[in-house]
T-cell receptor, first 113, second 112 residues
């Protein structure tokens, strides 16, 4: 089945630094999504990408849908303590994988004040 | 606006006991519904998805089953829980197939 490779697995940064994480796949996806999960809660959608090459921002977050449709990245600028959490990429392949999301393994972000 | 409710938030069950987790969605009709399991706070594994009432697809063989008795209700069940069924279970919904999915708050299941 489809698999996503998400990196890095974890990051330890100082408040104010920028963060970058990415996901790659051997399969093409029609949609890329980025989620953030706080401990003990469900993932919350941050950004949704629907077109190859699309670059979308949401406040300090920026994400791009790779032109090959096999990768995506998420950048966080000027990190703050509340950015702490696990970030997941997810892809939807369409076709026989109708509506189902394939998730990356997550990036654990720690922000030191 | 659409909301998704999932309960209970936490559950401790003995091995061999039955399980029933419920998920309901409000503010939309004919949603696609999903059950995911998350182990050790990393990676979400799709267990079941449903595109309509009574239509259930299973992604992995397991000790669990799912049902969709009503349009906006999705239930995860087991007749006899195993220790390996412990984990964090998440319900989600989406509109069109290739749009974003929204998650419930999750259920922390511990089988003892």
């Amino acid at each position: 089945g489809q698999q996503l490779n998400q990196s890095p697995q974890s990051m330890f940064i100082q408040e104010g630094e920028d963060v970058s994480m990415n996901c790659t796949s051997s399969s093409i996806f029609n949609t890329w999504l980025w989620y953030k999960q706080d401990p003990g809660e469900g993932p919350v959608l941050l950004i949704a990408l629907y077109k190859a090459g699309e670059l979308t921002s949401n406040g300090r977050l920026t994400a791009q849908f790779g032109i090959t449709r096999k990768d995506s990245f998420l950048n966080i600028s000027a990190s703050i303590p509340s950015d702490v959490g696990i970030y997941f990429c997810a892809g939807q392949g369409g076709g026989t994988s109708y509506g189902k999301l394939t998730f990356g393994q997550g990036t654990i972000l720690t922000v030191h004040p | 606006s659409q909301t998704i409710h999932q309960w209970p938030a936490t559950l401790v069950q003995p091995v061999g006991s039955p399980l029933s987790l419920e998920c309901t969605v409000e503010g939309t009709s004919n949603p696609n519904l999903y059950w995911y399991r998350q182990a050790a706070g990393r990676g979400l594994q799709l267990l079941f998805y449903s595109v309509g009432i009574g239509q259930i697809s299973s992604e992995v063989p397991q000790n669990l089953s799912a049902s969709r008795p009503q349009d906006r209700q999705f239930i995860l069940s087991s007749k006899k829980l195993l220790l390996s069924d412990s984990g964090f279970y998440l319900c989600a919904w989406s509109g069109d197939p290739n749009t974003e999915a929204f998650f419930g708050q999750g259920t922390r299941l511990t089988v003892v």
